[in-house]
């Protein structure tokens, strides 16, 4: 039995440490008053290049990589990406569009010509920088069949429309920065009073911190 016993104390102690997911976080083991610093690369030395306050939420890690200093988490910082300690960053439930595993007030965005758009679990809005925002209740929101982590939402009002197809891309980018965002979006409006032709869109997506 001793040696039953042995052997599985051993086998613990052999056994890999559980290792964390991407997903979204909460500061956690910040005191008052200090904050939690986001680093150029994944290292305890490495240079401040922004910061969590301890409150902050719905902190999204793009990638979570193992080091001699511990785990460490790609977060979205300025204008490029930066890390942060996973050992100060907690799990955080976050608000999902029904029917889809994409967080309520997913910002969206794209360059060329420049648009910004605002995911709900109600409504879907758009803005550009000739055009006042507009926008549309959603009419259906759905996963695609056989992808995870891709989906359709289609939002409309009157005889307008807008189709946003969604899917999970860790290394988007806005073509403006160093920032590699965690969504991708193409996104298409229509007007079907209009005698207009419908007009795309693509960007990427993300879940501001707050």
Sequence with gaps: MR????LILLMALAAPAFASEPGYFKVSGVAAGDVLNIRAAP???AETIGEFQPETVAIEVLEVVSTGVGEWGRVLAADTD???SMKFLETFTVTYIPGTELPSGLQCSGTEPFWDSVLSDGNLSFSAIDQ???????????TTLGRQYRYALVSESGSK??????????????GMSDRRYRWRIDLLREDGAGTAMPVAYEGCCRLPAR
Aim: glycine share 2%; hydrophobic share 45%; net charge negative.
């Design 3 to 6: 040696v039953v016993i042995f």
């Design 43 to 45: 290292d305890p030395k």
């Design 82 to 84: 930066g890390w942060v």
């Design 132 to 142: 006042s925002e507009e926008s549309q209740p959603l009419v259906s929101a759905v």
């Design 161 to 174: 429309r807008m189709t946003a197809i969604i899917a999970q891309d860790h290394e988007c980018s806005d």
